[in-house]
Structures are given as structure tokens and as C-alpha cells.
């Protein structure tokens, strides 16, 4: 599993010299959804490093809570938006992607999501998403977890009024397909390596695609205390005009949960 991860990596870095982070993966903190009825909540301290749309390191801090009541499983997630760095303006972003997963039997799942993201520096006055598709665990064990997922995606755009772009103020409706594999691997009781790749291409023309790698490594220090590393690497293949293809991003994180 971890080859195949690496592979994706690779192709992706290789096809384009820059690329755009538009997949939010929420597959890890699904994982982690209470076995009973209940709620959990997350907060995350951050160190990031960003390369691509965004070259900078940013500290900060995102925060989720996973519910669970019979069947169902939901998330919900508002992380951080602006941050500054020596009185300057870094980081102008906000994603507040949301999704339900439903248990239909011992593998099958059926999935809801919705997110609005706004992002300066990608040329994102707004764009917001809802989709809904099926999942299947493919594995189940205590030490793997295997599950992959399919959805419809309806998509609505509108890019900034940037100077000097040609796609300036465009308004833009799509249709999306998202496929993604993600993989938990449990090494010992205190350390799991979670691997996600997505593919999302547009479905009147399959050349306008979106790709999202991400390789997370997560130690756990104490009860309700855990280190988190993690490698993400993204590409669209037609980013707004101006816009770098490739994102890539290190973070380093202290997560606790409650």
C-alpha cells in the first residue's frame, strides 16, 4: 500500500512542475469516529510548510468533531482561515468541507458531502460542492482497513476579477466524479499509517482532472495526545489561469482529542 501511495506521488510530481490542492481528505478523522453512540471532538496544532500556490511556513490550528449515532457518521470541520506573517498577508483561505457516511451493512457504506472553500490565493471567490456516492470496505481487520468510495460531485465556481487573467470573474458549473482509495495500517498500539489517493475527473471531458495523494503518519504520545506527520501532494490539470497545477504541503501536528 505504501508503494502504491509513493507511485501516485511520483507520477503526479512528474507529469507537471506545479500543481493545485483542491481534495480535502477527511478519510483519517472518519477512522476515528467513537464505536458507540457519541461525539469526539479534535483540535489540531499545525506546523506547515506549503510549496506551490502558497510557499510558506504557517502555524496554526484546525478543529473537527465526529459524531456517531446508530448507523450514521458525521463530521464536521472549520478550520483556519487567514494568517499573517512580519504584517504580511500569507495565507487568504477558508474550507469547510462536511460528510455523513451511512452503514448500510458489514461493507457497504453510502456517503454525503458538502463543502464551501474561498481561497485568494487559487483565484476561489467561492466554490462549493455536494456529492453523494457509495463506499466499500474492502478490508476489515484489527491491524488494516481497506475502503474505496465513488461519488457524483455538482460543483459551482466563481474566480476573482485578478487583472490582467483571461478567465476573470468566470462563473462555472461542473460535474464531477471522485474516486478515492484510503487505507489504514496499524503498526503496534500507538502508531497507524493512513495512505489516500483521489482521483476526480470532470465528466464531460475526463482530460480536466484533479488528483490528491496524501501519505500521514500518526504516533500516539499519550491518552488524548498524538503526533501527526503528513505528506500531501495535489494536481489539476486546468487550475484557473494564473494559478500554479501543483500543490504540495509537510505538516507536522499535535492533535488531541476529547
Given at each position: 500500500m505504501r508503494v502504491g501511495l509513493a507511485l501516485i506521488i511520483v507520477v503526479i510530481g512528474a507529469w507537471s512542475r506545479d500543481a493545485d490542492a483542491q481534495i480535502v481528505n477527511v478519510q483519517g478523522q472518519l477512522a476515528k469516529a467513537p464505536e458507540t453512540d457519541g461525539v469526539t471532538g479534535q483540535v489540531e496544532l499545525k506546523l506547515d510548510w506549503r510549496q506551490g500556490n502558497t510557499s510558506v511556513f504557517d502555524i496554526g490550528a484546525s478543529g473537527a468533531v465526529i459524531a456517531r449515532h446508530g448507523r450514521v457518521v458525521a463530521r464536521a470541520h472549520a478550520p483556519g482561515g487567514d494568517g499573517a506573517c512580519r504584517a504580511r498577508t500569507v495565507t487568504r483561505k477558508s474550507i469547510e468541507p462536511q460528510r455523513a457516511r451511512y452503514t448500510i451493512d458489514c461493507r457497504w457504506r453510502w456517503e454525503v458531502l458538502v463543502q464551501h472553500e474561498y481561497d485568494a490565493f487559487r483565484r476561489l471567490s467561492v466554490r462549493g460542492v455536494a456529492g453523494t456516492g457509495p463506499a466499500l470496505q474492502i478490508?476489515?481487520?484489527?491491524?488494516?482497513?481497506?475502503?474505496?468510495?465513488?461519488?457524483?460531485?455538482?460543483?459551482?465556481?466563481?474566480?476573482?476579477?485578478?487583472?490582467?487573467?483571461?478567465?476573470?470573474?468566470?462563473?462555472?458549473?461542473?460535474?464531477?466524479?471522485?474516486?478515492?482509495?484510503?487505507?489504514?495500517?496499524?503498526?503496534?498500539?500507538?502508531?497507524?499509517?493512513?495512505?489516500?489517493?483521489?482521483?476526480?475527473?470532470?465528466?464531460?471531458?475526463?482530460?480536466?482532472?484533479?488528483?490528491?495523494?496524501?501519505?500521514?503518519?500518526?504516533?500516539?504520545?499519550?491518552?488524548?495526545?498524538?503526533?501527526?506527520?503528513?505528506?500531501?501532494?495535489?494536481?489539476?490539470?486546468?487550475?484557473?489561469?494564473?494559478?500554479?497545477?501543483?500543490?504540495?504541503?509537510?505538516k507536522i501536528g499535535v492533535l488531541v482529542t476529547f
Open positions: 478490508v476489515q481487520q484489527k491491524s488494516v482497513a481497506i475502503l474505496a468510495g465513488a461519488a457524483y460531485l455538482f460543483e459551482i465556481e466563481r474566480l476573482d476579477t485578478r487583472p490582467g487573467t483571461i478567465d476573470a470573474g468566470v462563473r462555472s458549473v461542473a460535474h464531477r466524479s471522485s474516486l478515492y482509495v484510503t487505507g489504514i495500517e496499524r503498526v503496534g498500539e500507538q502508531v497507524s499509517i493512513l495512505e489516500t489517493v483521489y482521483v476526480q475527473p470532470r465528466l464531460d471531458d475526463l482530460q480536466d482532472v484533479r488528483l490528491l495523494g496524501e501519505l500521514a503518519l500518526t504516533s500516539k504520545l499519550a491518552t488524548h495526545v498524538a503526533l501527526t506527520n503528513s505528506l500531501t501532494v495535489a494536481y489539476d490539470r486546468t487550475p484557473p489561469d494564473g494559478v500554479e497545477q501543483f500543490d504540495m504541503q509537510l
